[in-house]
């Protein structure tokens, strides 16, 4: 099998959930030098999948991850430590198996009832 038969890139969808659940991972990369990631959406979706991701080192996705709990933050420009972060994911079932459910957890802060609670506590 040829290395580049793992790999499909996708134009938008409409569906992400569906891609999610087939996914092993996800990258988001956004170059810091073009534009900052004010929220991240992509990453949270991804994490509330139980996917790791891999984000840029900048930004409020950047603020989603802890690097090396439930995902990497690594610059764009620097391809072959995203490379070595992919392989040493995938390589390793445990410490992926952990990194995706720490990814799990931390998108329930965001869950409907944690934002609506967050809310209601502002206005008390």
Do not use: C, W
């Not at 891999?54 to 690594?74: F, H, L, Q, R, W």
């Amino acid at each position: 099998m040829d290395k580049t038969d793992k790999l499909k890139i996708l134009s938008r969808q409409d569906d992400v959930a569906s891609l999610y659940n087939k996914a092993s991972l996800v990258l988001n990369l956004s170059d810091k030098h073009k534009f900052i990631e004010t929220f991240g959406l992509t990453a949270l979706e991804a994490m509330s999948s139980g996917l790791p991701v891999i984000v840029p080192t900048e930004g409020g996705i950047a603020e989603m991850v802890e690097d090396g709990k439930n995902g990497y933050k690594i610059d764009v420009q620097d391809l072959e430590k995203i490379e070595v972060h992919i392989k040493l994911l995938l390589s390793d079932r445990n410490r992926y198996q952990q990194m995706a459910t720490n990814a799990q957890k931390y998108s329930q802060s965001f869950s409907e009832e944690s934002m609506i609670s967050k809310i209601a506590e502002i206005f008390k």
